[in-house]
């Protein structure tokens, strides 16, 4: 067996090793005061009706997973943004498409709830996912006029500027009852997750992680650029859209049931990367995706716990572990490439 | 019946409005093809349509003798390999990850390599003589270095047809010389049909077999190199003043242009 295929063997065993470690770190802690025993024997009764099991099973299992899974989506779905772009600063909160998905998931919620009362997960999803394509045809719009790499994030920034501006300016003029739910959601949070929701979200990012899965031989052939990609035979506008239909459609998903969450999409594949210390799509998606829901479940802690019973919103963590790692990234990338 | 891997007929390309019109060419097994030409003069355009990264606009292109129209892009993609002169910046790939990725036809559906496929990558590196080179990140190498490597790739599909868009021009001397010697014995041995882009007249005229003038999206004039570099044509092709030609060509290169 050679070097790499050991490497790989080691990092995937260290990765899901971790997963599960964050899994339980997750359930485990938190503000109300379970002790370990109870929350044992609270996990293995199941749903019992007693107040350590409804803490277990209704608020802290599905966020615990919602993070897994919403974790793993950002950093995918930065993964192949920065497969799609050749740029390794790309993410789905730099480029504004986390903040379209925002915007138009609060207008519908404002418009919804002030008839309806409610709005369900798949409108949501759906409202989101419109949301992030608006905000990514706009960079594709800008991508072709723009050469250099570190221009196109300057303009994805101001994109997700443009659109918070408007999302603040819709939450500003709603009504009362719908600000508090909206204010919480808009800084990034992955409380008040449902088994609900997490089933919803496990379909539609276990099925959009899968299609980029089936996809890892056309995108290492499209690393080496279009037209070596097209020479080998890779249906290049096919691969384009595929690309940002999942990027878009992960990021979506994030955007509707857990607001923004910054920073993920960029750092979790550059850490893993280095992991792996590969470029290879058949093991950089998998490894993308375990490593966002470690990231994710790890900073949900902290943001928890850190100071509780005081919440932090989980962009505030994400963003301190993952604005250093894109700041290492952009100060050893040769001159002249961003 | 002699096989000609590639031939084309009446080919214009372009992108809206054709760029280059009315190509016609056979090129042999073992044979290379030079166009030669001002820059703007089409030859990247009849390039990358060939090698099927541009639609054709009009004409014919044969491969093996079929109409490409009627081949599969996983066939073709068996058929022909490029190197261009776009410099690629893959992270974290060494030389022989990059020479592997020319395998892709070959590959199942999920790109996994076969022992076959490691096999071929390492003939293609022995080809080009770059076996120290092969377990190096590609991004720490030259530039002469990395086109020897994308040769590599492009011979380790193990094609009929090899396009290569100005190989050489970013090389130092050495580079052009060692470079054109490893295409010009792929020719000779493994009896591919070659067909190559190029401004270094002096080298295009060692190598070639045959030679396209292309100028304004025309083929000027199409012949055996001793035919085409001559002082008019050259003065022609490039709209070269005879005093300036003169000046640089008559006494440097006394009998040989």
Known sequence: MNRGKVRAIIAFAALIALLLVSLIINVFTGSADISFSEALNALFKGVSGEISSDILWKIRIPRAFSALLL????????????????????????????????????????????????????TMICAAFAGSLLSLGFILLISRRVRRMSMLVVCGVMIGYICSAITDFAVTFADDSDIVNLHDWSMGTFSGMSMDNVRVIAVVVIAASAGAFMLSKPISAYQLGESYAQNSGVRITFLRCMLILLSGLLSACVAAFAGPVSFVGIAVPHIVRVMLHTSKPVLLIPGCFLGGGIFCMLCDVLARTAFAPTELSISTVTAIFGAPVVIIVMLRRRKGEL | MERIPVSAEGLSAGYSSPVVEDICFNVRQGEVMTLVGPNGSGKSTLLKTLAGCLEKLGGTVFFDGEDTDNISTGEKAKKL???????????????????????????????LLKDADRKAAQE??????????????????????????????????????????????????????????????????????????????????????????????????????????????????????EKLYDKYYTNTMKGKM
């Not at chain 1, 790309?90 to 709830?113: E, Q």
């Not at chain 2, 030679?211 to 001793?226: C, Q, T």
Request: with cysteine; charged share 25%.
């Open chain 2, 81 to 111: 390999s490029i190197v261009l002169t776009e410099r690629i910046r893959p992270d974290l790939m060494t030389c022989r990850d990059v020479v592997e990725t020319g395998r892709y036809p070959y590959t199942g559906r999920m790109g």
């Open chain 1, 71 to 122: 974790g793993g989506a950002l950093g995918l779905s930065g993964y192949l943004l920065q497969t799609f772009f050749h740029n390794p600063i790309a993410g789905p909160f730099v480029l504004g498409i986390s903040s379209g998905a925002k915007l138009t998931v609060a207008l519908v919620m404002i418009a919804a709830v002030s008839r309806y009362h409610s709005v369900n997960s798949l």
């Open chain 2, 124 to 241: 293609a590196i022995e080809m080009v003589g770059a076996e120290d080179l092969a377990d190096r990140d590609f991004s720490e190498i030259s530039d002469g270095q990395r086109q020897r490597i994308m040769l590599a790739r492009a011979i380790c599909r193990q094609p009929h047809i090899l396009i290569l868009d100005e190989p050489v021009s970013y090389l130092d001397l050495y580079h052009k010389l060692a470079f054109l010697e490893i295409l010009r014995k792929l020719a000779d041995e493994k009896r591919l049909a070659v067909i190559v882009s190029m401004h270094e007249l002096e080298l295009a005229r060692e190598i070639s077999d045959h030679v396209i003038a292309l100028k304004n999206g025309r083929a000027l004039y199409s012949g055996k190199p001793e035919d085409i570099f001559t002082k008019d044509i050259i003065m022609e092709l490039f709209d070269i003043p």
